[in-house]
Nanobody
């Protein structure tokens, strides 16, 4: 059983930066792909970014490209989301998730384990 713990959320002004971390514990075979999703009030959970085990392949949704960067440290089983130039529309609860396999997926139902989430609030 994989357990995920996010940290790094908070309140920031528009244009500011935050760095989210997600520490994973458990079978590493289930952590081939690590991803970030977010859910704003009244909206469905949406894909943000994902990264493969080697860290050489990443993908992010268009709305965060050029502003958010996903990375991972396999020695620490941790995935990061560096968020720059934050906008009020980035306000949401951010979740990390992991899945086994080799293909980056944007569909939340394809991920096997989820963290509890961390709140990010961007004020205008």
């Amino acid at each position: 059983q994989v357990q995920l713990m996010e940290s790094g959320g908070g309140l920031v002004q528009a244009g500011g930066s935050l760095r989210l971390s997600c520490a994973a514990s458990g079978p590493t075979a289930s952590m081939d792909i690590m991803g970030w999703f977010r859910q704003a009030p009244g909206k469905e959970r949406e894909f943000v970014a994902a990264i493969n085990r080697s860290g050489l392949t990443t993908y992010s949704t268009d709305s965060v490209k050029g502003r958010f960067t996903i990375s991972r440290d396999n020695a620490k089983n941790t995935v990061f989301l560096q968020m720059n130039s934050l906008k009020p529309e980035d306000t949401a609860v951010y979740y990390c998730a992991v899945r086994s396999g080799f293909i980056l997926k944007m569909t939340s139902t394809t991920y096997d384990y989820w963290g509890q989430g961390t709140q990010v609030t961007v004020s205008s």
